[in-house]
């Protein structure tokens, strides 16, 4: 008796589009494609964000080398201490230094204004002098105190005089010692903010940069992915006209990239410097 056998075969159009699907598979799973990953790189940072670094610096008297990212103490001399060391100047004219800025702010007529009152003195002495002549007074007592007296009134009058015109040069001063410090508050606003402003320009460059880098990378992965998703595609079609035999591959696609660690840090917030809240504290300011 004759042994039958009984074999669950593919239709022949199924089973040859099998044989010439297998070695492609297998020569795409053999094939190592590491070469070919598409892997995620940072962006090099903005020479906004440099130059911001380099104006913070400077806000502290300290230096910022753009090239090796050295921080060094530079001058010493913030942007606003200037006017901070000439307030102070104008602040105490005890010092020799105040009181030689305080002659600058003492009228430059003083003197002219001293010696018209003194000839002016000069000129009634003459005349009492002519006076007591014609009477025969000349050298005597009452001529000597008349002119006494009047050399004491002038001695007075310029006392006076300097005293008003010393005190007038205090309160100047005094008021520019106040513009003296407000200057040097503005310079360091204005220097706080420049430094703002370039930190919000490098990190908006960052980012288009970074985002360029991790677009190029997705589509070097899905270049990579492109001939096993293809022949997932067609093995799907395979395993379907074979009515229910197990699926001889799946397709893959690449993963959506996770967020870089800037884009989060933008997000949360934080990034940049933490520019948003810096930014407000300077601009808001009641």
Same mark, same amino acid.
């Given at each position: 008796?004759?042994?039958?056998?009984?074999?669950?075969?593919?239709?022949?159009? &199924?089973?040859?589009? !099998?044989?010439?699907?297998?070695?492609?598979?297998?020569? +795409?799973?053999?094939?190592? @494609?590491?070469?070919?990953?598409?892997?995620?790189?940072?962006?090099?940072?903005?020479?906004? @964000?440099?130059?911001?670094?380099?104006?913070? +610096?400077?806000?502290?008297?300290?230096?910022?080398?753009?090239?090796?990212?050295?921080?060094?103490?530079?001058?010493?001399?913030?942007?606003?201490?200037?006017? !901070? @060391?000439?307030?102070?100047?104008? #602040?105490? *004219?005890?010092?020799?230094? $105040?009181? @030689?800025?305080?002659?600058?702010?003492?009228? *430059?007529?003083? /003197?002219?204004? &001293?010696?018209?009152?003194?000839?002016?003195?000069?000129?009634?002495?003459?005349?009492?002098?002519?006076?007591? !002549?014609?009477?025969?007074?000349?050298?005597? $007592?009452?001529?000597?105190?008349?002119?006494?007296?009047?050399?004491?009134?002038?001695?007075? /009058? &310029?006392?006076?005089?300097?005293?008003?015109?010393?005190?007038?040069?205090?309160?100047?001063?005094?008021?520019?010692?106040?513009?003296?410090?407000?200057?040097?508050?503005?310079?360091? %606003?204005?220097?706080?903010? /420049?430094?703002?402003?370039?930190?919000?320009?490098?990190? $908006?460059?960052?980012?288009?940069?970074?985002? $360029?880098?991790?677009? %190029?990378?997705? +589509?070097?992965?899905?270049?990579?992915?492109?001939?096993?998703?293809? !022949?997932?595609?067609?093995?799907?079609?395979?395993?379907?006209?074979?009515?229910?035999?197990? /699926?001889?591959?799946?397709?893959?696609?690449?993963?959506?990239?996770?967020?870089?660690?800037?884009?989060? #840090?933008?997000?949360?917030?934080?990034?940049?410097?933490?520019?948003?809240?810096?930014?407000?504290?300077?601009?808001?300011?009641?």
């Amino acid at each position: 008796m004759a042994l039958q056998t009984t074999q669950n075969l593919p239709a022949p159009y &199924i089973e040859s589009e !099998l044989k010439a699907f297998l070695p492609e598979a297998g020569k +795409a799973g053999a094939t190592d @494609t590491t070469s070919q990953l598409g892997l995620p790189s940072l962006a090099p940072e903005s020479a906004f @964000t440099q130059q911001a670094r380099k104006t913070g +610096a400077g806000q502290a008297g300290l230096a910022y080398d753009t090239t090796t990212g050295a921080l060094t103490s530079g001058t010493g001399v913030a942007s606003y201490q200037p006017y !901070l @060391t000439t307030a102070g100047t104008y #602040a105490d *004219p005890s010092t020799t230094a $105040g009181q @030689t800025a305080l002659q600058s702010f003492i009228s *430059p007529h003083q /003197n002219y204004v &001293i010696d018209a009152m003194t000839d002016a003195t000069t000129a009634a002495k003459n005349r009492a002098s002519a006076q007591a !002549l014609d009477v025969g007074a000349f050298g005597g $007592g009452r001529h000597g105190i008349q002119s006494g007296i009047m050399d004491a009134e002038l001695a007075k /009058n &310029i006392g006076l005089f300097k005293g008003t015109q010393y005190q007038d040069a205090l309160t100047q001063m005094g008021t520019a010692s106040d513009r003296q410090r407000n200057l040097a508050t503005d310079a360091q %606003t204005l220097g706080i903010g /420049n430094m703002g402003m370039l930190g919000q320009l490098g990190a $908006g460059q960052l980012g288009y940069a970074q985002a $360029g880098l991790d677009t %190029t990378a997705q +589509a070097a992965e899905m270049k990579r992915q492109e001939p096993f998703n293809r !022949l997932g595609w067609y093995g799907g079609q395979l395993s379907q006209l074979m009515g229910g035999m197990p /699926n001889p591959y799946m397709q893959t696609s690449p993963a959506a990239s996770a967020p870089s660690p800037f884009m989060q #840090a933008l997000g949360s917030g934080v990034g940049a410097y933490g520019l948003g809240g810096i930014l407000g504290q300077i601009w808001n300011r009641g």
